[in-house]
C-alpha cells in the first residue's frame, strides 16, 4: 500500500527557512517521480518542485527556484524540501505526491497543468508570517 506521510511544516517569519519531509512506504524512491504541491487560501493546487524516478532530476516552479531545494533520501525512503528565504506568498498546506508518469509531473511543476495523481500525503501548514 502506498503511503505518504507529511511533517515539518509550521509559522515561520519572513526571511526563514523550513524543511518538510515526505516518508514514503510501500514503494521505492526509485518507482515515482515525488514532489510537493501547495494550496493556499482561495488558490488552486499548484506544483512546487519534484524529483523524478530513475535519474533524481529535480525541477522547479518559477515562484520557488533559488529558493527551495528538493532531495531525497533513499535509506530514509524520505524526500525533502528545503524552503528558504521564505515569504508570506508562501502560505499554504504543502501535500507530497507521488506519480508514475514523470512528464506529467514535471509539467505540472514548470507549467501548472493538471494531472492526475497517483498518492497525495495528508498535507502540512507552512504559515509565513510575522
Known amino acids: 500500500q502506498v503511503q505518504l506521510v507529511e511533517s515539518g511544516g509550521g509559522l515561520v517569519q519572513p526571511g526563514g527557512s523550513l524543511r518538510l519531509s515526505c516518508a514514503v512506504s510501500g514503494f521505492t524512491l526509485d518507482s515515482y517521480t515525488i514532489g510537493w504541491f501547495r494550496q493556499a487560501p482561495g488558490k488552486e493546487r499548484e506544483g512546487v518542485a519534484c524529483i523524478t524516478n530513475t535519474k533524481a532530476r529535480t525541477y522547479y516552479s518559477d515562484s520557488v527556484k533559488g529558493r527551495f531545494t528538493i532531495s531525497r533520501d533513499h535509506a530514509e525512503n524520505t524526500v525533502y524540501l528545503q524552503m528558504n528565504s521564505l515569504t508570506p506568498e508562501d502560505t499554504a498546506i504543502y501535500y507530497c505526491?507521488?506519480?508514475?508518469?514523470?512528464?506529467?509531473?514535471?509539467?505540472?511543476?514548470?507549467?501548472?497543468?493538471?494531472?492526475?495523481?497517483?498518492?497525495w500525503g495528508q498535507g502540512t501548514q507552512v504559515t509565513v508570517s510575522s
Open positions: 505526491a507521488a506519480s508514475i508518469n514523470s512528464p506529467k509531473f514535471v509539467l505540472a511543476v514548470i507549467a501548472h497543468t493538471p494531472m492526475s495523481i497517483d498518492s
